[in-house]
């Protein structure tokens, strides 16, 4: 059974950078697509990063593009969520999703990993 665990969160300065990573065990991310999601309190989830099975396209939602960095290595079944100039809208809980090959929902998601910017 795959399973995807986030990492990276915690309390972190304002305007300061952080990376959150994705690490997948017990199969394999090689041949799907990846999507980084958000979720503030009280407010609604929020897909922000979407990553290709190669890792040559990637897509970024308007409220984190130029600040936010999606990549991924396949050979340790990893990806990274990097983050520069953190605001404090930032805080949330982020968890990484596997999109199924044939792209009809996220069949695996992880528990996630809480980032709490501080001003």
């Known amino acids: 059974q795959l399973r995807l665990v986030e990492s990276g969160g915690g309390l972190v300065q304002f305007g300061r950078s952080l990376n959150l990573s994705c690490a997948a065990s017990g199969g394999t991310l090689d041949y799907n697509y990846i999507t980084w999601f958000r979720q503030a309190p009280g407010k609604e989830r929020e897909g922000i990063s979407c990553i290709s099975a190669s890792g040559t396209n990637a897509n970024y939602a308007d409220s984190v593009k130029g600040r936010f960095t999606i990549s991924r290595d396949n050979a340790k079944n990893t990806l990274v969520l990097q983050i520069q100039n953190v605001k404090p809208k930032a805080t949330a809980l982020y968890y990484c999703?596997?999109?199924?090959?044939?792209?009809?929902?996220?069949?695996?998601w992880g528990r996630g990993t809480q980032v709490t910017v501080s001003s």
């Open positions: 999703a596997r999109l199924s090959v044939v792209g009809d929902e996220y069949d695996y």
